[in-house]
């Protein structure tokens, strides 16, 4: 049973254009959830994270929307940039830091 | 600064064997967990380390065991090797006991069972 899914495998987004990143979740005791990036022959990297008390948060290009409602997250990367091709990873914890689980990643290819 | 470091990089292991992977924390680190990535998915959680003690487990059975020594240095045994064992191990490294917010990963490990 998938607790943390991304259901698009790979994207490919034309350079300067806006990458939208999907990651859907089933457990309602997650409270806090994160974004990492995984370029190849790398460990994953820390991107941006977001706690369920709110709906958005935003780091430069990056930026994280939270629909707990439809338990549904987004990752927005505007505008894309060919050093963003890389695999993300959506993740989900409980507020104590237990249950902590990874998705299966998107592949997204940016286009020059 | 140094970062996250894992030896071996690659490692080949016959069915039933046994297996140590190594992991050394980004420096000011004291908490090591362990995951295992299987091809084409997210990493697992295996375990965490802290103050020399698993404080955490993930759903992976007692084939899988840790130590982490007094410089919060971590190594990950795997006994009687299964064909499904074969798999990308990640170590990252966190603050405080807790730190699975803001992990530091290092490289892996590729492990492949034959």
């Known amino acids: 049973d998938q607790q943390v899914k991304q259901n698009s495998p790979s994207l490919s987004v034309q350079e300067g254009r806006i990458s939208i990143l999907n990651c859907d979740y089933t457990n309602s005791m997650f409270d806090y959830f994160l974004w990492y990036k995984k370029y190849p022959a790398e460990g994953p990297t820390f991107l941006i994270s977001?706690?369920?008390?709110?709906d958005k948060n935003e780091d430069g290009r990056f930026t994280v929307f939270l629909n707990k409602s439809a338990k549904h997250l987004s990752l927005h990367i505007v505008p894309s940039q060919p050093g963003d091709s890389a695999v993300y990873f959506c993740a989900a914890s409980d507020n104590y830091g237990q249950n902590f689980v990874f998705g299966p990643g998107t592949r997204l290819s940016v286009l020059p | 600064d140094a970062g996250v470091t894992q030896s071996p990089t690659h490692l080949i292991k016959t069915r039933g064997q046994q297996v140590t992977l190594r992991c050394s924390p980004k420096s000011g680190h004291d908490t090591v967990s362990w995951y295992q990535q299987a091809l084409g998915q997210g990493p697992q959680f295996i375990f965490q380390?802290?103050?020399?003690?698993?404080?955490q487990r993930g759903n992976f059975p007692d084939r899988f065991s840790g130590h982490q020594f007094p410089n919060y240095s971590s190594e990950l045994n795997v006994n009687a090797l299964l064909l499904g064992d074969s798999a990308l191990y990640l170590c990252?490294?966190?603050?405080?006991?807790?730190?699975?917010?803001?992990?530091?990963f290092g490289p892996g490990t590729r492990l492949t069972v034959t």
């Open positions: 977001i706690s369920s008390i709110k």
């Open positions: 380390y802290y103050e020399e003690e698993e404080r």
């Open positions: 990252a490294s966190s603050l405080g006991g807790g730190g699975i917010y803001e992990q530091y």
